[in-house]
């Protein structure tokens, strides 16, 4: 097969203490990661260092999950950790080149406050901000504003849709060169450059402008991660970065085929979207140091986190069978539901118990684990991207920040010595670590200015 | 008079290009320092320096006006800057001991949000984070979040003394101690030290827990600005810091003793709360050095903007009154009542015609102006301290950066010798060197553990 003509691309999938659900327990992890703001000037530091393309948070709004002693025993459930704005913020004063990805939920945010963070995190980092969509899978986030149960799926989409046009089109509220600053005339910027947005929806009405100029990048990239039907749909009109959890090369190829294909009717070209699968590497300089550090991790998980986690991802409740039992159909429900699928397609595939499968996930969550030798990791990942199962990997340490100095010092010089990923960056946005074009300024439809009452 | 025990408190009040309506356009201002980072770095270390207690940022959730003309011509009305907090976390990287207080309205947020983002902060920061709670007093914000138009002034404050308590309530989500991260048990916090919130109020419901540990400070620094009778009835209870806009002696003290007169009824001291008036100082070698420096900046005041200034400062339409005559009656709004009251006293009391009121608050906004030696500003500020008109005082410096450098400069080192200023930071939090206690936490009247659903 020919070599794709571009390189691949590397998000630093930043979790509290590593990705592993065991690794706070862990010697390689920082224990009080979740609010250690120096851990992550370090990992933001080193990620930097070894020209990753983005730093990438994850977010909840309440704690996921009721079972308290499942919870009690876990670092990464959201149960006590930075706000990822805040955090990314922070980070922006101590890194220069690499991207800062936060999510934010279009389910329990206002589009203006969402338009407004990530314009100031764009001009704070020089263009370096992106923004992970998501619409809220958890039903125990509404309990935290004012409702009493979740918006279903379809609507919580049919908010997100409308939401990214808001907040896109409050991008778009001044010119990129609005603001003249004549201080001769007096004028501070060019009124026929700032635009009332003025919009009317079936979820939100917002008025604007933005109070904020335009962002460096136009609009800092924009990134999902649902793998529904509805959030496939969404990705292939508005994403610029899709992060999927893909298990198998198949998965992966097929996934990528689909979400690719519908860009056209869009008016969207393919590369104007980088499908990033997650991968959980698990990296020693020989295959047997490599298991070990696996089994370390796998034998500090304890039952209640494995157990509690697979009814978390699944959705389901499975406190009538046994740790032996095969995996049981799982009734639909209103979470996400991509994920469901998965764990579902890979219990089928291997035949796989409660705990066959807990342990399975525990580690990576569903996303793809990789244990062995740098070579051999890099070949997987080479693989994949050359066979178009993705543009580019989000790497999810075990632990970190051990498991991040892991990939940094034996994975990446080797994807280095096969051209398959940068020595340099060769830009300053995240936009153009990407490939990706800057937006060119859209008036709103509405009037060309801001009116008087 | 005998000498007060206590030293007085200095704020660093922030403006894109400094206070005055016309900072932009002087030499002396950073022009492009809405968005300019780096600016803002320089500004931050200069602050802390010069050992201010604390930076402070206003806000606004839309551009504060509509005639486009006059917002074209200013810097000033958040026509476009960084959003506050997402500034004060990345101004957080690179500070070790100022205090970082941002503006945050409880009219158009989520007591949720809000308290985990203050949380945030005040993890990032080590214990600096302060929250300057504001009830958003211009309609236009309205439009940005879906409605006509702005919530009356008693529904705003009756909304706004529910979501302090709801977000002080969240702060204590997780004791002190909770997590405990015994690696060797696999436990990362006690769960007894977990708590529901379970709030059911008029306006808002929140199951809680919030997903951070407790802030180092135990809960970030509450201040306010509303100097309206229920703005004073909510600071009495509630509040840390007032700042406020008091432009005579006699009106200070009145201020200051009402304000803490009402402290009692709700078992506070009157110490457990400091009052801050806004100080415009306009500093000079000499006394005529300090008037040329007004006069050059008040000579860049465009009529349009004096005028336009007034107008929203009053919340009244004076386009049928010419420029030179006196200020009329103006009718009541729903905007901020306390700023309109001082405006038509100080009309009132000097005579002043419309064209003087507008040059006279262009400046400092109805803030107190002290155009002067360092020596007369030291004597003028040290006379309302020992007087009681002021625990403290917020320094809006006219232009940024030069106006804080004339201020750290010439007017600190006066203050340091009187024994009035610290010349060390004693503490590290920004309660400490405001002397006020860590409040000690208090578990939510709910459950307490979390139940499972």
Chains 1, 2 share one sequence.
Do not use: C
Not at 300 to 306: D, F, M, Q, R
């Amino acid at each position: 097969m020919a070599r794709r003509s571009e390189t691949l691309h590397l998000g630093a999938f930043l979790y509290p203490g590593g990705h592993h659900v065991a690794a706070w327990r862990h010697p390689a992890s920082q224990a009080d990661a979740g609010t250690n703001a120096a851990h992550y000037r370090q990992l933001a530091r080193a990620a930097e260092a070894a020209k990753f393309d983005l730093l990438f948070l994850a977010d909840g709004v309440s704690i996921r999950g009721d079972d308290i002693d499942a919870l009690s025993r876990t670092a990464i459930r959201y149960v006590g950790q930075f706000e990822p704005l805040t955090l990314l913020s922070h980070l922006s004063a101590v890194t220069e080149r690499i991207g800062l990805v936060a999510t934010a939920s279009t389910t329990y945010n206002e589009p203006f406050h969402v338009a407004r963070k990530f314009a100031s995190l764009d001009h704070l980092s020089g263009g370096r901000a992106g923004w992970n969509l998501v619409t809220s899978a958890d039903p125990r986030e509404a309990y935290n504003f004012g409702r009493d149960s979740h918006l279903a799926h379809a609507r919580r989409y049919g908010r997100a849709e409308e939401f990214v046009d808001v907040v896109t089109g409050l991008w778009d509220s001044f010119e990129d060169e609005a603001f003249v600053r004549d201080a001769a005339e007096g004028r501070f910027f060019d009124p026929d450059k700032l635009h009332l947005l003025g919009h009317e929806g079936e979820h939100f009405s917002v008025r604007g402008p933005l109070n904020v100029p335009r962002p460096p990048q136009g609009h800092p990239v924009i990134v999902q991660a649902g793998s529904s039907e509805a959030g496939k749909a969404l990705a292939a009109r508005t994403a610029e970065i899709v992060f999927t959890a893909q298990a198998t090369l198949a998965d992966a190829q097929a996934f990528y085929a689909d979400l690719k294909g519908r860009m056209a009717r869009h008016g969207r070209a393919p590369d104007e979207l980088k499908i990033m699968p997650g991968a959980f590497p698990v990296v020693g300089r020989t295959e047997t140091e490599a298991q070990d550090k696996y089994g370390q991790l796998q034998d500090l998980i304890h039952p209640v986190v494995g157990r509690s986690l697979l009814e978390q991802l699944s959705g389901a409740d499975l406190s009538a069978y046994p740790d032996d039992a095969p995996v049981p159909d799982l009734p639909e429900t209103n979470g996400g539901k991509s994920r469901q699928d998965l764990l579902l397609r890979l219990a089928r595939r291997e035949g796989l118990t409660i705990r066959d499968l807990y342990l399975r996930i525990a580690g990576a969550r569903g996303h793809w684990t990789l244990v062995g030798t740098p070579v051999q990791i890099a070949d997987a990942l080479e693989e994949s991207f050359e066979a178009y199962g993705a543009d580019g990997f989000n790497i999810m340490p075990p632990t970190l920040p051990g498991g991040l100095e892991d990939f940094t010092s034996l994975v990446i010089p080797e994807l280095q010595r096969r051209g398959l990923f940068r020595t340099a960056y060769a830009g300053s946005t995240l936009r153009e670590h990407l490939g990706l074009a800057r937006p060119p300024h859209r008036k709103p439809a509405q009037s060309g200015r801001v009116a008087a009452e």
